[in-house]
């Protein structure tokens, strides 16, 4: 641990990005300075008319194109000639001559174009020194790249050399780990072995004492076995030799005891029978009386539901041919009879009434042959109904005159 904090000490220490910047900084500051050196250098060589503000002017305008240049040095030698001809127009007197007026205008000419020269100067200075700084930027910037890059590739060599170190430190110092873990495993083996060795003496003295103590309480508990089971025969023997004494005294007793319930159970059993008999009797007696006495009841309500039998079933046959007869004449009163049947033509019709005499179904038991005519009777029937006078019936009657047939005969009714 102590060696990895001094690597990554060491190492923060060497970072390339605290060191590769550091130059280009100061290679960028001394071409800013050599710029401006050779800025003021160069302006001695220009004419002594323009002031100041055209250097800045000149330097400002730089980064601008050639037109704008030009255009920017004819308006500065305007406003340069302008206050130099200013005074003389309210104060000259008389006329220049010829000669002095083109003296001046070469002098003007001649200062024009010592004016543009020196603004395509400066200008040209500008440029240049533009150029020496960006291509001195552009190197400065290679030359930091290139030496992070060294430094770079030096801390990856570094920390590879440095893993690989700490690698093999490692793997060595594991192998010794896996060396002494062995030892150790070798060690608590042997250990393990000896102390197996010591606990099977040990059982194997404990189970020999075991086995010792074991046989001795199993001799003794088989003498004492021995000794429960004699004294334990001695007293099945005893009790034995007693109970066949008890049994025989108790089969003696029991004998006697059989004898005086048999004596007992057959005189009970005379009296029984005697009893038996009499109760018979009586009852016998007693059915003969009660059979004469059912006979005789038997034969007075015989009589009696014989003669009640013949005025129902009179009552009924009578109620049931008044029904009929009524039915009947109902029927003959709504037939009408076709006009080619004869006499001898004969048809017999079921016919079921309802509770209440409607009618429920006609139906043709016996055809006479004549459709015209089997159709003339179950029309008849149809007219007539309902019979109402079913009602008026006793129940049982009503029962039975539910369902009849009647026979149509032509010549029973004309």
């Known amino acids: 641990m102590g060696k990895g904090k001094a690597y990554m000490a060491g190492k923060s220490s060497h970072d390339p990005q ?21 800025s003021l250098v160069s302006l001695p060589s220009r004419t002594a008319e323009p002031d100041s503000s055209s250097i800045v ?78 291509q001195a930027l552009e190197e400065a910037r290679e030359a930091a790249e290139a030496e992070a890059q060294r430094r770079a590739a030096e801390a990856s060599e570094q920390a590879e050399q440095q893993a690989a170190e700490t690698a093999e430190r490692q793997a060595e110092a594991e192998a010794a780990a896996e060396r002494q873990r062995e030892v150790e495993d070798a060690r608590r083996q042997q ?12 059982a194997e003295a404990e189970r020999e004492q075991e086995a010792a103590e074991q046989q001795r309480e199993e001799e003794e508990a088989a003498e004492a076995e021995r000794q ?35 004596r007992e159970a057959e005189a009970q059993r005379q009296r029984e029978a005697q009893e038996q008999q009499r109760r018979e009797a009586e009852a016998e007696a007693e059915r003969q009386r009660q059979a004469a006495e059912a006979a005789e009841a038997a034969m007075q309500r015989q009589l009696a539901g014989e003669a009640e039998a013949a005025a129902n079933a009179q009552q009924a046959a009578q109620a049931a041919n008044s029904f009929i007869n009524i039915v009947r004449r109902a029927v003959e009163q709504a037939w009408l009879i076709p006009a080619g049947a004869s006499d001898s033509m004969s048809a017999t019709l079921q016919v079921r009434l309802g ?60």
């Open 228 to 262: 429960r089971e004699a004294a334990e025969q001695q007293r099945k023997e005893d009790e034995a030799e007693a109970a066949q004494k008890r049994e025989a005294e108790e089969a003696r007793q029991r004998e006697e005891q059989e004898a005086e319930r048999e």
């Open 355 to 414: 509770p209440s005499g409607e009618l429920l179904a006609t139906s043709i038991v016996t055809s006479s042959g004549d459709s015209a005519f089997d159709r003339s009777v179950m029309q008849a029937v149809e007219h007539a109904a309902p019979f109402g006078e079913l009602r008026d019936l006793p129940a049982d009657q009503q029962r039975n005159l539910r369902q009849f047939n009647l026979r149509f005969t032509p010549g029973d009714v004309r």
């Open 191 to 202: 250990e393990a072995a000896e102390q197996k060795r010591e606990e099977e003496a040990a």
């Open 57 to 134: 002017q000149a330097t400002l305008v730089s980064t601008e194109t050639f037109t704008d240049q030009a255009q920017q040095a004819t308006d500065q030698q305007a406003a340069m000639s302008a206050p130099a001809d200013a005074p003389t127009e309210p104060d000259a007197p008389d006329e220049p001559s010829a000669s002095e007026q083109q003296a001046a205008a070469e002098q003007q000419a001649a200062e024009q174009a010592a004016a543009e020269a020196a603004e395509q100067a400066a200008a040209e200075a500008a440029q240049r020194a533009s150029q020496a700084e960006a």
């Open 18 to 38: 605290d060191v590769g910047y550091k130059w280009p900084t100061v290679l960028a500051i001394g071409v800013h300075a050599a710029i401006v050196l050779f």
